[in-house]
Every structure is written in structure tokens, then in C-alpha cells.
């Protein structure tokens, strides 16, 4: 289970660099990744004990793949039986659906004033996380 590794190190490094801690979990479960929803909730839950994450919410969407036509370059849910994008063309390349990964999380702040920060990708091609404000 390295996926749910992965996503709670990611998280977790964050809030301990900015001494944080992790409040909210949101992962986004491609539905051809092959990840069981509620084994996967329960094992991130398992694995945080004892990390900046422990006892944090975890949110887990399933997230339908997502193709790039080839053709047309159009962006097109494909379905499973025939793929095909409106173009008519069968030829693309899947960009989302085949994993699970972290979407954002948000960290709190034991001394801050302020609300607890969300942090999320701005772009969803970047690897990066920014920013953004915490809905709530
Ligand atoms: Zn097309």
C-alpha cells in the first residue's frame, strides 16, 4: 500500500516543516486504479497514528478517468465499454483514473489566529502544491 504512504508523507512533511498539523485528507480515487474506498479510508487512518496526521478526516472521491483524445486533443471521459472520443477517434491516452492521489489537505495551526490553511494543486498538471484558501 504505497500509494497511502505517499499521500500521508506528502501531507505530513508540509505540516511538519511549517509545524502544523494535518486536519482534512482529500484524495481523489481513480475508479480504474484498481484501491478499494473503504480499505484505503481506513488504512491512511491506521497509518497516520503517531504522524502530524493522527486523527485527521479523511475525504476519499472516486475520481471517473479522464482521456486525451490524440485527434482532437478534446478531453473526454471515456467509458468503459467503447472508448471513443467525439471525434470519432479511438486513439488516446488515459491522464487521470488509474491511481489514487492526493487532491489537497489542510493544516492547522495550534497557535495561529488565523483559519486553518488548504493546500492544494493550483494547476492540476503541477506536482506542486499552493495555497489556497481553506473552504470553512
Ligand atoms: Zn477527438
Known sequence: MDISE?????????????????????????????????????WLEELSRGTAAEGCTVDL????PLARCLGCSRVFAPERDRPACSCGSTV????????????????????????????GPADPDSPGYNVLPADG
Open 61 to 64: 472521491l472516486a475520481a471517473e
Open 6 to 42: 505517499r499521500i500521508l508523507e506528502t501531507a505530513c512533511a508540509e505540516a511538519e516543516r511549517t509545524g502544523g498539523r494535518v486536519v482534512t485528507l482529500s484524495v481523489s480515487v481513480g475508479s480504474l486504479s484498481g484501491c478499494h474506498i473503504p480499505s484505503l479510508k481506513t
Open 92 to 119: 488516446f491516452s488515459l491522464i487521470s483514473g488509474q491511481e489514487a492521489c492526493l487532491d489537497s489537505f489542510v493544516l492547522e495551526y495550534p497557535d495561529a489566529d488565523g483559519p486553518p490553511l488548504g493546500f
